[in-house]
């Protein structure tokens, strides 16, 4: 099972970035998968989350409104939309799958891909 993300960088205030996890070895329409964000000095934390059969999508309340989850069944991937970026988003950025429900707990995870970092900053 592998975890490939993409799409992190720098952007200013304001600004917009998609990033995208693509999954080989297994089939998101039954993981769940979240985003997880990791500041310097700080724990990692789920801001995000997509359930597997239903589709729903959980949001953390710091993201609501800004942020965005989809799937792609026939890619078997999904993409973060991030709009309105402020300077408190700057993190390192990891995407996680596993079976059954969405869990803001990392260890509900088996499957992590490798960080994207994301730098807001004018």
């Known amino acids: 099972v592998q975890l490939q993300a993409s799409g992190g960088g720098l952007v200013q205030p304001g600004g917009s970035l998609t990033l995208s996890c693509a999954a080989s070895?297994?089939?998101?329409?039954?993981?769940?998968m979240a985003w997880f964000r990791q500041a310097p000095g700080k724990e990692r934390e789920a801001f995000i989350c997509?359930?597997?059969?239903?589709?729903?999508?959980y949001y953390e309340d710091s993201v609501k409104g800004r942020f965005a989850l989809s799937r792609d069944n026939a890619k078997n991937s999904v993409t973060l939309q991030m709009d309105d970026l402020e300077p408190e988003d700057t993190a390192v950025y990891y995407c996680?799958?596993?079976?059954?429900?969405?869990?803001?707990?990392?260890?509900?995870?088996?499957?992590w891909g490798q960080g994207t970092q994301v730098t807001v900053s004018s």
């Open positions: 996680a799958t596993d079976l059954g429900r969405c869990s803001s707990l990392p260890r509900a995870y088996n499957y």
């Open positions: 070895g297994l089939s998101l329409d039954y993981y769940a």
């Open positions: 997509i359930s597997g059969s239903e589709g729903s999508v």
